[in-house]
């Protein structure tokens, strides 16, 4: 069924809203911050997300931006004060479906709702036909490439991923390993469920208990009430632990116990909670040599890795970097706002022929830096085309084009900043910005306006 994800830190605001969708029909969920939203949804997300534009922690825009990275196709309707609509205009260039301002009316943004889910509605049945049909589906969209690897990938995914097996994925920095356990997620029965991700070697040592397992009030100094840990906040869903080899030896023995039994006890506690989850773990190094090493548990090894995916490195398939580049060159024109646009073929040569030891993490960056308008230098992700070629002239435009770009972006498109760092005049930073193609997108509508007074 289709739902609203309403985030809101206000709670009787958050409330009144609440009920008042539901009594216009809508299935509503309430949220006081945007902390869990993403372990909520996915790509098989059947709803919209309202949230409100000014929150403590993770803002509304922030949120937007994250939930796009996951799904650019998830609508998202923010909720303004009048002094945000400027703000709320610029995340409309940016992705957000629609902004409401306060106050609304509730028919009013109950409609914009309702248009939202009609959209949404439509792009997933357009995906469920596209994969019956045997097109290019989600799968291949978030896991591109036609090497003999991906395809095997692919199919090991969605063969996998109906089945409740604790899956573990290995795989180098910078491959994709989370996407792939997401993959996993959103083709299971569990895609509606939360998606709970847990970077073992982020948890602090002092609380990982706690932060797993939670406690109860009087567990430790200062646990004045009771909490639930990232495990029972999971139920229903998958978990992944990230990077599982870092996780503190002493405490593998307890995870096993979860693992084998699917219960948890919290700290300060001596009953038990009944635990559905599927467990998906990643591992950048070898476990069967931590486990020779005696840093990891040769069974807590054996029962985890029930199924397990190697995702390739760029260097096993280096047919589908340019492939993947031009994707990934796509989303991030998507995501800073600006229009597609026309990768030169030496650059998309260049790619080709170059190591990424930071593999599609590395590549993406090189993709944004390409989108942005910045010069890629060595310790910098790498040139795509050697700075080097080319004439004199040639390389002086392209230094001094550079070192334009990179203020602008620095200063976030305010020019002010921009001329005074480097002591040229308003008017002859906008005609260097004409000379290059410097793309006033990037650039705020204040500072358009001040130099253009």
């Known amino acids: 069924m289709q739902r609203v994800m309403l985030v809101d830190d206000e709670e009787e605001l958050r409330r009144s809203t609440a009920q008042a969708l539901e009594l216009a029909g809508l299935s509503v969920q309430t949220l006081s911050s945007a902390d869990h939203v993403l372990e909520l949804i996915g790509y098989s997300f059947d709803g919209v997300v309202v949230s ?3 929150m403590p922690g993770i803002d509304g825009m922030t949120l937007m931006h994250r939930i796009r990275e996951l799904d650019a196709e998830i609508p998202v309707i923010l909720v303004t004060g009048h002094g945000d609509v400027q703000l709320a205009v610029k995340a409309m260039r940016e992705g957000a479906y629609d902004f409401i301002e306060k106050p609304f009316t509730t028919p009013h943004l109950a409609g914009v709702i309702r248009r939202a889910m009609d959209r949404r509605g439509l792009v997933l049945e357009n995906r469920r036909l596209r994969a019956v049909a045997g097109k290019r589906d989600d799968l291949e969209a978030r896991l591109p490439g036609r090497t003999q690897v991906m395809v095997d990938l692919r199919y090991q995914i969605r063969a996998i991923g109906a089945t409740d097996a ?16 997401r993959a996993l997620h959103d083709v299971s029965p569990r895609a509606n469920k939360p998606f709970i991700a847990i970077n073992c070697a982020a948890l602090p040592e002092n609380l990982i208990e706690s932060e797993l397992f939670g406690h109860e009030a009087g567990a430790f100094p200062g646990a004045l009430r009771p909490r639930y840990g990232k495990f029972e906040h999971g139920r229903g869903g998958t978990i992944l632990l990230d990077e599982i080899g870092s996780m503190p030896f002493d405490l593998q023995a307890k995870f096993l116990r979860v693992l084998q039994e699917r219960v948890i006890t919290r700290l300060g506690s001596n009953e038990t909670v009944g635990l559905d989850v599927r467990f998906i773990a990643t591992s950048k190094v ?3 040599e931590e486990v020779a090493a005696g840093r990891f548990r040769a069974d807590l090894l054996y029962r985890l890795n029930v199924a397990t995916l190697r995702v390739p490195s760029l260097a096993q398939r280096r047919p589908d970097i340019p492939l993947l580049f031009l994707q990934l060159v796509r989303e991030a024109c998507a995501r800073y706002g600006r229009d597609d646009i026309d990768v030169p073929q030496e650059v998309v040569s260049s790619v080709g022929q170059k190591d990424w030891p930071g593999n599609a993490r590395e590549l993406r960056n090189a993709a944004d830096r390409l989108v942005l308008g910045l010069d890629m230098r060595p310790g910098d992700g790498g040139a795509l085309v050697k700075p080097e070629s080319g004439r004199l002239a040639d390389r002086v435009a392209a230094f001094e084009r550079n070192i334009l770009a990179s203020a602008i972006a620095a200063h976030g498109g305010a020019l002010k900043p921009v001329y005074e760092q480097l002591g040229i005049s308003r008017k002859t930073l906008y005609e260097k910005m004409q000379k290059y193609g410097l793309d ?4 705020s509508p204040e500072s358009l306006s001040e130099l253009e007074d």
């Open 52 to 54: 409100d534009i000014r």
């Open 166 to 181: 604790d899956t573990l994925v290995i795989g180098e920095t910078g491959v994709g390993k989370e996407v792939v356990a």
């Open 286 to 288: 070898d476990l069967e």
């Open 440 to 443: 006033r997108k990037l650039l």
